[in-house]
């Protein structure tokens, strides 16, 4: 699937979408992999740790717990509300960590500042992705690791196909196709080249294919309408009931996948970099 471009409506995590996200998202998509990206992070021992795209905090906390006490973790997000829902969650297990709203393509810190920069699911979402990761580059220091994943393609994410599929069937013309951004960099050779343009040697791509799970395919249908910037499309289309979408994609879930406790096979490329 052919790269999409990314609009500023794909990218507005904003209004109810923060809790959304959080709560009916968290496991069914992103704990999985911010567990092992907790565990590659810590692995390399680094001092001063920079967090990109932390959304509402998932693998924020998984770092807190697998870092060492005296590791400096500075948390970033585009998003303000997305990283004010991360803070307060996570509240005084926070212990020391640095919040920074902060745009990836532009980050407002000096060169060689971290030895470690980490990226869960966020670099899909970068306007300009040669940019973004010039930026990690130049925050980090010689030798420092850069460690981020990116989901693979919507065909082997049926998860993501269902809902995308199902959302489409509700719009005679002009579809939202939100999913094909955050599935929009499953291929490999496109993600290498990416990081080798942006100056990183010592690469090492790996292919991962985990399990999320949820209560039920309603919390799972939750998320995944209400929890992602679809919902602004949709809300901006305003010729489909967003209920009825929420109950179409629910259905869809659950036939595929069952239903309660529900669990889904997902497929992610993980990526480690050094910077020379």
Same mark, same amino acid.
């Given at each position: 699937?052919?790269?999409?471009?990314?609009?500023?409506?794909?990218?507005?995590?904003?209004?109810?979408?923060?809790?959304?996200?959080?709560?009916?998202?968290?496991?069914?998509?992103?704990?999985?992999?911010?567990?092992?990206?907790?565990?590659?992070?810590?692995?390399?021992?680094?001092?001063?740790?920079?967090?990109?795209?932390?959304?509402?905090?998932?693998?924020?906390?998984?770092?807190?717990?697998?870092?060492?006490?005296?590791?400096?973790?500075?948390?970033?997000?585009?998003?303000?509300?997305?990283?004010?829902?991360?803070?307060?969650?996570?509240?005084?297990?926070?212990?020391?960590?640095?919040? $920074?709203?902060?745009?990836?393509?532009?980050?407002?810190?000096?060169?060689?500042?971290?030895?470690?920069?980490?990226?869960?699911?966020?670099?899909?979402?970068?306007?300009?992705?040669?940019?973004?990761?010039?930026?990690?580059?130049?925050?980090?220091?010689?030798?420092?690791?850069?460690?981020?994943?990116?989901?693979?393609?919507?065909?082997?994410?049926?998860?993501?196909?269902?809902?995308?599929?199902?959302?489409?069937?509700?719009? $005679?013309?002009?579809?939202?196709?939100?999913?094909?951004?955050?599935?929009?960099?499953?291929?490999?050779?496109?993600?290498? $080249?990416?990081?080798?343009?942006?100056?990183?040697?010592?690469?090492?791509?790996?292919?991962?294919?985990?399990?999320?799970?949820?209560?039920?395919?309603?919390?799972?249908?939750?998320?995944?309408?209400?929890?992602?910037?679809?919902?602004?499309?949709?809300?901006? $289309?305003?010729?489909?009931?967003?209920?009825?979408?929420?109950?179409?994609?629910?259905?869809?879930?659950?036939?595929?996948?069952?239903?309660?406790?529900?669990?889904?096979?997902?497929?992610?490329?993980?990526?480690?970099?050094?910077?020379?």
């Amino acid at each position: 699937m052919s790269n999409k471009t990314v609009s500023e409506e794909s990218t507005r995590f904003d209004g109810s979408i923060p809790e959304m996200y959080d709560q009916h998202l968290g496991e069914l998509l992103f704990e999985p992999y911010a567990a092992d990206i907790a565990d590659r992070v810590a692995k390399r021992r680094p001092r001063k740790v920079l967090e990109i795209a932390a959304g509402t905090g998932i693998a924020s906390r998984r770092l807190l717990e697998a870092l060492p006490r005296g590791t400096a973790l500075t948390v970033t997000d585009l998003n303000t509300p997305m990283l004010e829902y991360a803070q307060h969650k996570i509240g005084a297990d926070g212990r020391g960590a640095e919040w $920074r709203q902060a745009d990836a393509q532009d980050l407002p810190f000096p060169d060689e500042s971290f030895d470690a920069v980490v990226c869960q699911f966020g670099v899909m979402f970068f306007p300009d992705k040669h940019k973004g990761l010039r930026e990690f580059n130049r925050v980090l220091e010689k030798g420092g690791a850069l460690i981020f994943n990116v989901w693979d393609s919507l065909e082997r994410n049926p998860v993501g196909m269902i809902t995308h599929s199902t959302i489409g069937k509700f719009f $005679r013309t002009d579809a939202p196709d939100f999913y094909q951004i955050p599935f929009g960099l499953g291929d490999v050779s496109e993600v290498r $080249r990416l990081v080798e343009e942006a100056g990183f040697k010592e690469i090492v791509i790996e292919t991962l294919s985990l399990t999320g799970s949820s209560e039920s395919p309603e919390s799972a249908a939750l998320g995944l309408v209400r929890g992602n910037p679809v919902i602004n499309t949709i809300r901006e $289309r305003g010729t489909a009931n967003i209920d009825e979408i929420v109950r179409a994609v629910a259905r869809a879930v659950e036939e595929r996948f069952g239903a309660r406790p529900l669990r889904v096979p997902l497929r992610a490329h993980v990526v480690s970099a050094v910077k020379p």
